[in-house]
């Protein structure tokens, strides 16, 4: 924008609250309280589940799989056997069916993996998923793998197709999967793999079902919760000489019913391993739980319903408390629980989730990550501190969301000093593209619960071009809730990509400051339930313009400031309410805004509306309607919007499109 400005005093932050001036790097989690492992009770709707490990694969360093790497959505089996058999990290969403070949085929998964099934529909068919020895910090998660058996081989003695394998690995975590109706074992765990857990899985349809071992060392530790093993024979699990063994709230059911008074069980420790069974349910099965002479085994509140057989105790095995905290859910509520709850789940691997900076060193480094044609939403999570950076968010990275994970939104600020006037290494100027500290282009961004600011001091450099913006978009369909935007001249630009072309902003909850057209583009852009701070530049007559509209002339909504405040440290009658930008004098940028129901400080002025580069602000599409406070009035240089046309201005009105848009439906 062209008026040069300048303000005088320091900022106030009353509203904003106090923003940190340093990265603020959060410290390490300890074993003890990584990981607490709290899930709702039965009655609960659904759960939100974490994507951070618990039990034993959240000790020792942790799991995270692919975090830190890129994020890649496979389709096919070469795609995933590229992603997951790259050296570098990945996180790799399976969407839809995969259909392996040749017949019982590995897929080789290396260090540093997250695999992921989008929602609850993704399949890995007569395939089988592989980790070599050394192999480390790897998450397989939401997955069906199915169907390499090979007919009339119920005992697996001719193939090795299992569905899961893994040799001398450390740090896995399997999840929310499904197994079943495979040419070996469903899962085998073997050869001293360390820190395993596996939690809220199926086995199913199937002979033997997870094994451990295999090996005369113990050195495995296991944590298996929340799984339920239907229709299987043996291996529910068989566990080999392993360190630690912690099974609780596991539910065994429909045991295969073959008549073997041997082979056919549900828990079984070996050698010398040391488990802990707490709180599971075992349904119509056949030694239900059972141990080696050699091996120690403590049982405690679990339930036994028509179950046969061995169901052996002795030694003193250990104390899991010792290792990570966890919540038991009772063993009566189990079947219901691991029913409903194991396996893949809809709400699984539609939001993929990476930290700042515990995962990712800056947050481009985790818009970085996020794939061009990204067709799921990212949510990157910010732990509270200073960024300072640029952050560039490209037309063709949808769905990302920001999300600040302190108390208040103070606690998390994106940051940088760039002006518009500021020079380029190739002699021209920044502008708004290169001073805004946070460019969104992709549709469907989200931010929560974090400020962006440009703390360009235009008090003390003399520059032609200060405008300097903390936030630019360009995108559709974006939200921003409980945000802060702060900066003084040319704040917030919400835009489209050309004039003709119509984008929808909705912001609400939030907090905007600034002083000379620091709300300005050609968006649809709505302000709810927000404070906005006009902010002074020390004139008794003129401190500037809260909004610059440009809107387009076939587009009838601009800019909705509704059910909000504004609020000034300016004099009384020094500031407009806005006033008509014409970008490189184009007429058919015609300004729409509408200030509704929305307190004015007594800084707004009596003629609040001002021409612009001689277009007159009469011709634009400017109206108030129910304004009230101290700079609010009724008078000639005042248009009112009247009660009809009001009632087709609401903020569905503006958001709505042709896409039924309601972003403000959580909100009313």
């Known amino acids: 924008m062209p008026l040069r400005n300048k303000r005088t005093g320091a900022r106030t932050w009353a509203t904003a609250g106090v923003l940190a001036s340093t990265l603020l790097v959060p410290a390490a989690p300890t074993a003890a309280t990584a990981v607490p492992h709290t899930e709702a009770g039965p009655s609960a709707a659904h759960r939100a589940w974490s994507d951070t490990a618990h039990g034993f694969a959240s000790l020792a360093g942790g799991t995270t799989g692919g975090q830190g790497g890129k994020v890649v959505t496979v389709t096919t089996q070469a795609d995933l056997a590229k992603y997951a058999g790259a050296a570098e990290p990945y996180i790799i969403r399976v969407a839809g069916t995969l259909a392996v070949e040749p017949f019982g085929h590995d897929i080789d998964v290396t260090s540093d993996k997250t695999i992921v099934g989008v929602g609850d529909t993704a399949e890995i068919v007569h395939g089988e998923l592989h980790l070599n020895p050394g192999t480390h910090n790897v998450i397989i998660r939401n997955l069906t793998i199915r169907d390499s058996y090979v007919e009339g081989d119920w005992d697996g003695k001719t193939t090795d197709f299992d569905a899961i394998q893994m040799d001398s690995v450390d740090h896995v975590w399997i999840d929310h999967n499904r197994l079943t109706h495979m040419g070996d074992g469903l899962l085998d765990i073997r050869k001293d793999s360390e820190y395993i857990t596996v939690s809220y899985n199926r086995f199913d349809n199937h002979n033997k079902a997870f094994g451990i071992g295999w090996t005369e060392n113990v050195k495995t530790q296991i944590t298996i919760d929340h799984n339920w093993f239907s229709g299987t024979k043996q291996r529910n699990p068989s566990a080999d000489n392993c360190a630690y063994a912690h099974l609780y709230n596991n539910y065994l059911s429909a045991q295969v019913a073959d008549g073997d008074p041997v082979w056919t069980y549900g828990n079984w420790a070996r050698g010398r391993t040391r488990m802990v069974i707490e709180n599971s349910y075992y349904e ?127 606690d998390t600020l994106i940051v940088f000093d760039t002006p518009s006037g500021e020079l380029k290494p190739d002699g021209t100027t920044q502008g708004s593209w290169g001073s805004a500290t946070v460019v969104v282009e992709g549709h469907d961004f989200s931010a929560r619960n974090l400020t962006f600011s440009n703390d360009f001091d235009e008090a003390a450099v003399e520059l032609n071009g200060e405008q300097a913006l903390a936030v630019k978009t360009t995108g559709d369909r974006l939200t921003f809730e409980d945000t802060g935007f702060l900066g003084n ?133 400017f109206s108030e309607y129910r304004t009230y406070g101290r700079g609010a009035a009724v008078t000639a240089d005042r248009p009112q919007m009247s009660a009809a046309d009001a009632a087709h201005h609401q903020v569905s009105d503006y958001l709505t499109g042709e896409d039924d848009w309601a972003p403000h439906g959580a909100h009313h």
Do not use: C
Request: hydrophobic share 35%.
């Open 489 to 621: 001249q040319d704040t917030l630009m919400t835009d489209t990509p050309v004039l003709t072309q119509k984008a929808r902003v909705y912001i609400t909850d939030s907090y905007i400051e600034g002083d000379v057209d620091f709300i300005y583009g050609r968006a649809t852009t709505v302000i709810e339930d927000s404070v906005i701070k006009a902010l002074s530049r020390g004139s008794a007559t003129n401190n500037g313009y809260i909004t610059a509209a440009s809107t387009w002339k076939d587009n009838p909504y601009g800019f909705l400031i509704t059910r909000s405040r504004v609020i000034s440290d300016a004099p009384a009658d020094s500031f407009h309410l806005g006033r008509p930008w014409h970008p490189s004098g184009n007429p058919d940028a015609i300004g729409q805004v509408l200030i509704r129901e929305t307190e004015l400080p007594a800084a707004i002025k009596a003629t609040p509306w001002s021409d612009m580069s001689g277009f007159p602000w009469q011709e634009a599409r």
């Open 284 to 410: 119509d099965v056949q030694h239900p739980y059972q141990a080696d002479a050699t091996a120690e085994l403590v049982q405690r509140g679990s339930v036994l319903k028509n179950t046969t057989g061995r169901t052996d105790a002795w030694g003193t095995a250990f104390d899991p408390r010792a290792f990570y905290p966890y919540t038991l859910d009772r063993a009566a509520d189990v079947p219901q629980l691991v029913s409903r709850y194991s396996g893949p789940q809809r709400n699984i691997g539609t939001d993929t989730v990476l930290r700042v900076p515990a995962q990712y060193a800056t947050v481009q480094a985790a818009v970085d990550a996020v794939p061009a044609g990204n067709d799921g939403r990212v949510t990157v999570r910010l732990a509270p501190g200073t960024y300072r950076e640029h952050v560039r968010i490209g037309k063709n990275q949808p769905y990302v969301s920001l999300v600040g994970t302190g108390k208040r939104r103070s």
